[in-house]
């Protein structure tokens, strides 16, 4: 069964219904691209058909490009995957170009109407197809989402999409759609002026047939004589601010390191000055240089086609289905409350517990605020949140875990009150439910002997804040079964976040890698590297937050706190008094960070960042020479994915994908590089093995190459190439 | 090689570079033919008396466009067989025309030059010739451009310059300027511009401030302030090209960055043989000539790196010149050449600069060599150096001593 076909009705109206079978979604492949393209050809030369609707057999239109096939044509291609990549691109075009042009001639007469029917969400090149035909229908569907957020997994719309909004609307219009992936309801959608016409769902396949019928006009704004763009072009007055805004912003917000902005703002620029079939070309150009750019493909593996995998249980034990259904979250702090917000959310029944009714009360009202937050944003209704708070029982009494299928404790950190609730706890379910403790510090192996089960115990930690983070990292003791993975694993489906699977060992793997981030930034400090260029560098290579306000943001007397539970464990061969030395004299000064309104930076009164704490050059002075930003950069790299290596050779890491995906998700290192493994790759290792060894006859021993590298770049291996996706570490 | 001498210098008052400004009603070509006429007629150039007119200006549309400096002539009374030449090297443009012209003279291709430079900002409008390396986001990113006023408060912040220090030095250009117009100073060189029937438009610059003081300037916003932080929010752009600056700092306003101005310049450069041909006294020689590209996110540190490299180049040392013009395009660019040479204010734009009497962009070159050129006879220095900030990242310099 092809993914489009096409039902020539009596009233002289062609139907192309996308339906791809086996999804619950329409993507586009190769293959289906011919089908429309034949199809196309036939409703245009038949001469009962007066026009054509394209519509979709499931509720939605389409989710995009099969992204799969960017990567096989570039794979397929031999030598010149640059070549095939832009022909492939330029055969999309000439088949939407057909579709805009619906046969009319060169002085736009004659042609067949087409119009886009979208009964529901319409992403990527889902939306490109819609845009280049001649009238776009979208179903009054509040969920739906129409948009292109191509630029999220480091490419953008390169089906005409960039080119054919830009002289829909003009760039300024059309920048947040483009540039930030800005996705919008039916009705906004219309607003903004993507879509034409919002009517109501079992209207829409008849609205699109009698506009198709009304002999309407078809010539594009962009094909008709004397076409301005909205807005201006690059070089009409109006346009010229845009323009010259739009660069520094995507600049400055981008730190130069996402090639796709860029391209996709040249491709607009130098598109703007041509004519729109140059343009498609430009833009095909533009898309297939980012396309060869090993960032794209890197970001495209992590981000989407890993994610995905992950997220569909590419990790998870072969058992039954281990859907949650009832879960007791212990523990009604900051985490806790935010376990059980996006529990309930999914529909799970959640008994919140905490040491008093007052707590409890106050952990289940974060999940209030939560949803009128949502209503006042019109994101969420009230019955929705009469709904939700309906699955939440806040309460002091174990009791109420009679029935639970999951526990998530998320108690203090402390292995002696964690043991004392899982025992209250087991009292009351046995020792057969699945025992998960939240914990971003504490060995799972240890927590788990106070558990009935060892096999049934499992660590979920979650980042904070709960609701906001998109990976969940679970932990498997030396004993936990395969039966406490899958568990664990189908909940963090349920909540809709993305799991990795690690083994336990000191932080995991997360924090394991944003501790030297941090320890390095501040070590900087000590040797008179100025704290701006620190901050700087860090966001030059694409961190979100510079060490020093990561720290601000997670607390100094929690670093202390690690540091000196870490030195207790480790003894002489603690690496990082260099480091405490900074971290110690900032607690005693009572400069906590951000929750002090005092630590590496400065805050105003309410808690607003104002610049880096002038005090601290008054005790680590600036040195008179600074070193090269690259330098700095280095260093706060290699700290975190060295890190990453050792995970891998310590058997922490059981699978590099989860490496990547975790390390954007959870710490947001460089998503620019498509993670820690990606970014090796890239680089290569033999480069990425002598650059270090660099650093650490310059810095310390901490940046000797691992054993792992060393090996893999005397042998010029990646790590794509040598731990394929789900092998195990060879 | 032959030497390059300055026979005379001129130029016109700077008018306002507004609708209401004095000169707004006079065309870009009409100013131009008046200073062409003005040199012809000052120094009797009758016939093909020179090889060329090069031309300075930078915003080259309209009625700047289509090759003024031909234009200029054909409405002058210069014979027709002088040919024109247009140059734009942005705010150099004026120097860079008599940078040409001597090292032509120098280099035996022709005895006489005319060389100068015009800008009607009131009828032209600044930018409105467009400008890929602000527009095209491959250029614009890869070389982190920001707006001349960012690079200003950039070079404040990156040399530890004060908004104080800024202001200082702008009421003082107003000082200055103030008090060689009461000392006639510029009395020699400007030429007052007319209507057709030789009635007076505009006899002195408009632009100034007399009475200028810290107080009133402190009064005003800095000018960069907005786009910076805020909207597009170029102050990161800048950051990423100097991480290691945490802000920038934003010093520049209208009072103590130059004024949009309306003007033009003129001068007479030739060999040795030129004048004795026209029976012409050499004012200057033209010892030196030089150019560079800087940094252009930074944009308006290039008369450092220049007059490091023609100093350079010609065996001097700072202590050889005598009396400097910095064009006081922005107060840090001045501060900074000062900073970076240690020289004193006494010896740099004596007469005031930019900030208090405007800057006619292409013109600008031209005109402060000639306030450099009546200033050394004035006060009987013998070496002296002009030279510019230059937008993109450049920077040129000229040399002169009195013969």
New interface residues.
Partial sequence: MNDFTMNKGADGVAVITWDVRDKSMNVMTRASMLVLDGLIDDALADDAVKGVVITSGKDTFAGGMDLNVLASIREEAGDDPARALFEFTMGGHHMLRKIERAGMDDKNKGGKPIAAALPGTALGIGLELPLACHRIFAADNPKAKIGLPEIMVGIFPGAGGTTRLVRKMGAMAASPLLLEGRLNDPKKAKMAGVVDEVVAPDELLDAAKAWVLSEPAIVKPWDEKGYKMPGGA??H?AG?MT???????????T??VYPAA?AL??A???GALVPFDTALKIEARWFTHVLMNPSSSAMIRSLFINKEALEKGAVRPDLEDQTVRKVGVIGAGMMGAGIALVSALAGIEVVLIDNTQEAADKGKAYTTAYMDKGISRKKATPEKKEQVLALINATTGYAALAGCDLIVEAVFEDPGVKAEVTAKVQAVTGPDCIFATNTSTLPISQLAKAAGDPEKFIGIHFFSPVDKMMLVEVIKGQKTGDLAVAKALDYVRQIRKTPIVVNDARFFYANRCIIPYINEGIRMVKEGV????V???AK?VGMPLGPLQLVDETSIDLGVKIAKATKVAMGDAYPDGAVDEVLFWMAEEGRLGRKAKAGFYAYDEKGKRS??WEGLAGKYTVAET?PD?TEVQHRLLFVQVLEAVRAVEEDVLMDIREGDVGAILGWGFAPWSGGPFSWLDMVGTPWAAEATNLLAEQHGERFRAPALLEEMAAKGQSFYGRFRPGAKAA | MSDAYIYDAIRSPRGKGRKDGALHEVTSVQLSAQMLNSLKSRNALEGHAVEDVIWGNVTQVGEQGGCLARTAVLASDLDERIPGLAINRFCASGLEAVNLAANQVRGGAGEGYIAGGVEMMSRVAMGSDGAAIAVDPSVAMETYFVPQGISADIIATEYNLSRDDADALAVESQNRAKAAWDDNRFAGSIVPIRDRNGIDILDHDEYMRPGTDMQSLGALRASFKDMGEVMPGFDAVALMKYPHLERINHIHHAGNSSGIVDGAAALLIGSKEFGEQHDLKPRARIRATAKIGTDPTIMLTGPVPVTQKILEDNGMAIGDIDLFEVNEAFASVVLRFMQAFDVGSDKVNVNGGAIAMGHPLGATGAMILGTLLDEMERSDKETGLATLCIASGMGAATIIERV
């Fill in positions: 690059p070089y007055p010229f323009f010259v805004g739009a660069s520094a912003m995507v600049n400055g917000k730190k130069g860029k703002l040249s607009v620029y130098e100025a704290p701006a260029l901050e700087n560098a030059l610049g880096l600074q930003v």
